[in-house]
């Protein structure tokens, strides 16, 4: 059973309600074609690097997914290139350095809130 990821961008005109039925059919997808959905996240609207068709922002999802099916990933990118509110998509297999680094943020070790130790600054004064 291999583990995969996959990240897409939706359109920014969308409503809340709009995208999120979107990220729920991409999943039933999966759930239907007996593939082990693991992690869903919605990351919301960011602003992107650089316009995809004249939007510059654009609503960001991660669905985390294991499965035996090589196929199914083919199924899943065909069904993003369809749906017209998709605008980017990015699907990548993980190693087993990824899986357990994935584990490890989804348990909150790297968050970024904890309160960091000041540093030393030098004393160029």
Do not use: C
Request: hydrophobic share 35%.
């Amino acid at each position: 059973m291999k583990n995969y990821e996959t990240v897409f961008i939706l359109n920014p005109v969308l409503s809340e309600d709009q995208a999120k039925d979107t990220v729920e059919k991409f999943v039933k997808l999966l759930t239907k074609a007996k593939a082990n959905v693991i992690n869903v996240e919605k990351w919301g609207l960011k602003k992107m690097a650089y316009a995809i068709q004249k939007k510059s922002t654009g609503f960001y999802n991660l669905i985390e997914f294991a499965t035996t099916d090589n196929t199914l990933i083919n199924t899943l990118e065909t069904e993003y290139r369809r749906d017209e509110s998709v605008m980017r998509f990015l699907t990548i297999v993980l190693d087993k350095h990824s899986i357990v680094y994935n584990e490890r943020r989804r348990k909150g070790e790297f968050n970024r809130t904890k309160k960091q130790a000041p540093r030393k600054e030098a004393a160029n004064a």
